[in-house]
């Protein structure tokens, strides 16, 4: 990226989106050119100044490749230069885990963002995965930085909180959706966020943007949330410092931890949430959500172990 980390924060109201579902008819983002243009507009408002465009690469229902995506963000930026429109596009992915996931990177079936070792990787919502932290771990030796996304609204997190802590303390990073901080996503979702920024567990906040009007570009209002919960400088951080660091592939050493780190040091020690802390949502995980968990982790399983 040809701008420094020092240009780039003398304009403060500067933001950058990683996670973002803009280009059009690749997933269950944008439906269509327009509606990606009207999302860049958004954006461009709100300070965004680059956007990685993440399409879903799910296999058996998004057969999106490293190929396919390349060529539709060139595309994509050369409309959005003839309507003169100042939103910067970078390439990538929101890859589902799947097996081989290594190897997929490797061959360019699979793609981090902007070429980096930085890429976003999406669990499963409704359970966890069977070896979960194997597969993250796995991640990290090959040299990568796994980009988990958005936990704060995994349905498996209260029962399996203790893990977030030490897969953040084994090099992986935790993006956050900005509307969670709102309430965008319910109570829960809303929780989990301003406990995981409390305990040092939030490396990156982004739009994880579909539409224009049920889930649009939110980052600003996001960074202004963070800022009175942890302060300017880690709303900063989590929005332009990190997201930066990421596109000129530095290397994490390099790159301010989260604030608010006592809680990784909680997690080590296995502590988790009794059920008087948890939204009504979350205790006991009973009644018809259960049933619901039993079914896809059972589908789950046989794809994860297949």
């Given amino acids: 990226m040809a701008a420094t980390v020092a240009a780039v924060i003398r304009v403060s109201r500067t933001v950058i989106d990683l996670h973002c579902h803009i280009l059009p008819g690749l997933d269950d983002g944008a439906s269509d050119i327009d509606v990606s243009l009207t999302m860049a507009r958004v954006a461009v408002a709100q300070g965004i100044e680059t956007t990685a465009c993440t399409p879903h690469i799910l296999p058996g229902l998004y057969h999106n490749s490293g190929s396919t995506i390349r060529q539709a963000v060139a595309a994509l930026q050369q409309r959005f230069e003839a309507e003169a429109i100042p939103l910067r596009l970078v390439h990538g992915a929101d890859v ?10 490797c061959s360019g079936q699979l ?10 990787v999406e669990p499963p919502h409704h359970t966890v995965p069977p070896h979960l932290e194997a597969f993250f771990f796995n991640l990290v030796a090959a040299g990568y930085v796994p980009i988990l996304t958005h936990p704060e609204r995994l349905l498996w997190v209260p029962s399996h909180y203790e893990a977030i802590g030490r897969l953040v303390r084994a090099g992986v990073w935790m993006q956050l959706t900005a509307g969670s901080f709102a309430g965008a996503f319910g109570r829960n979702a809303l929780y989990w966020a301003e406990r995981m ?3 040092g567990c939030v490396h990156l906040i982004a739009t994880d943007a579909h539409d224009t009007e049920r889930r649009p570009p939110d980052l600003d209002r996001g960074r202004e949330i963070v800022a009175k919960r942890a302060g300017a400088e880690e709303a900063q951080r989590v929005v332009l410092t990190r ?11 390099s790159v301010p931890g989260p604030w608010g780190a006592r809680g990784i040091r909680d997690a080590e020690a296995g502590s988790r949430p009794s059920d008087a802390e948890l939204p009504t949502g979350d205790r006991g995980n009973g009644g018809a959500h259960s049933d619901r968990v039993r079914g ?3 589908r789950l399983r046989r794809f994860f172990n297949h």
């Fill in 96 to 105: 589902h885990m799947c097996p081989d996931f290594v190897s997929g990177l």
């Fill in 111 to 120: 793609i981090s963002l902007a070429d980096s070792r930085y890429v976003l």
């Fill in 197 to 199: 920024l409390d305990e």
């Fill in 243 to 253: 997201p930066l660091a990421i596109l000129q592939d530095q290397p994490p050493s």
């Fill in 296 to 298: 896809l982790s059972h």
